[in-house]
């Protein structure tokens, strides 16, 4: 097994890499650069298969001690139209699968414990200026000391140092959207269910956090410019309200509830070429930066980080051309159906419109288990089995 290994990035893949390597026995310090160990407020949703990344940490109870809402279903509805268009039964997945809405903040302090518990040593306010591959590899940090280690993990998000050391530079494209993200109070007895409101060229997803006291808000619209990437600018909630005016009932009646807002454009990045050189390994969105259609982004990381440390288990350093080699298996294909479920979701006023609202209706009616059954491929998929 390796003896030391760093871990660039403090987010969910970095602190589930360091928490799994140090398991495993090796010697593990993780770079932060923010001053603390945090997470802008906001919920993400951890599905089936990122679950059991979890449970098999044993973290699945203090997952849920947190504060996590399992999730009863995804409800597809109009933006005007009461009643649901479609929806997707998660009570029946079975087998003890089980579908979560979290806090990030509170996966984070999860992960936190379970981190240190493994012996990681965590640096804060360690902002990393260039990662190099060798034997061993080395870490330059902005202050000018270098750390160095048999092997580097870039966990360092969207724009990670670790991939651009690794593959030549490529610009992001904007998608033409934009995204806004909220949280309110549960006054209005939001249900333990992911709403999808569905309108031409925007949507809303809400779904209920911390034991169902807050509700999480993102909506999506269509714009033809936008200028910075990242999801840390502030909004404007008139603003917000002004884009959704048209929008009715329950996203209506949380829109207006909306006090601090953030904003973002959502850029595209191709997924990396090269995952991996001596001593250096990309993980989440260093390696395949994943749009949030598919509320994929933290599940396919923590997929990661457990192949990740399979492989190097099995083969030592050696494994790290089969670690991308098995997710290149599978992570286009999230990809893929993650950027088309937005223009489902934005379809306009016309025959396409109708016809597709009413075959999901008339599947989620008249064949539920099918309708869940379309997402087998994702939920059901474990990398934790042969384990």
Request: aromatic share 6%; proline share 5%.
């Amino acid at each position: 097994m390796l003896r030391n290994v760093i871990v660039v990035g403090g987010g969910i893949a970095g602190l589930a890499a360091a928490t799994l390597l140090g398991r495993a026995g090796a010697s593990v310090t993780l770079l932060e650069r923010a001053p603390v160990l945090r997470e802008v407020g906001a919920g993400i949703q951890i599905s089936p298969n990122g679950l059991a990344v979890l449970r098999a940490m044993g973290l699945e109870t203090p997952l849920q001690q947190s504060g996590a809402v399992q999730a009863q279903a995804v409800c597809l509805c109009d933006y005007k139209r009461p009643g649901e268009v479609a929806r997707l039964d998660l009570t029946r997945l079975g087998n003890d699968q089980k579908y979560y809405f979290v806090h990030r903040a509170d996966v984070l302090t999860v992960l936190v414990n379970a981190a240190r518990q493994a012996g990681v040593q965590i640096m804060t306010n360690a902002a990393v200026k260039a990662i190099s591959s060798g034997a061993p590899a080395s870490v330059e940090l902005m202050d000018g000391s270098c750390l160095r280690a048999e092997l580097v993990v870039a966990a360092d998000g969207v724009h990670s140092v670790g991939r651009s050391g690794l593959n030549p530079t490529s610009d992001p494209f904007f998608t033409g959207q934009v995204a806004w993200r909220a949280m309110v109070e549960n006054t209005h007895d939001v249900p333990s269910e992911a709403r999808v409101f569905m309108g031409p060229g925007r949507h809303i997803v809400s779904y209920p956090l911390r034991h169902g006291k807050l509700v999480n808000i993102v909506a999506v619209e269509e714009r033809d410019t936008w200028v910075s990437e990242g999801w840390d600018h502030v909004g404007d909630a008139d603003v917000l309200r002004a884009r959704f005016a048209d929008f009715e009932g329950p996203s209506a009646a949380l829109l207006d509830a909306v006090g601090d807002v953030s904003v973002w454009g959502l850029h595209r990045h191709p997924i990396a070429k090269t995952w991996y050189n001596e001593g250096v390994v990309l993980v989440g969105d260093a390696a395949h930066p994943t749009l949030p259609f598919l509320a994929q982004g933290a599940n396919m990381a923590l997929e990661d980080v457990w192949v990740l440390a399979q492989c190097l288990k099995n083969k030592g350093l050696d494994g790290l051309q089969a670690y991308q080699n098995i997710r290149m298996a599978r992570v286009p294909r999230v990809l893929k159906v993650a950027d088309g479920n937005a223009r489902n979701y934005h379809l306009r006023p016309g025959p396409m419109r109708s016809v597709a609202h009413l075959g999901l209706k008339t599947l989620s009616k008249l064949a539920p288990g099918v309708m869940l059954g379309k997402f087998d491929w994702l939920y059901r998929h474990d990398v934790t089995a042969s384990r």
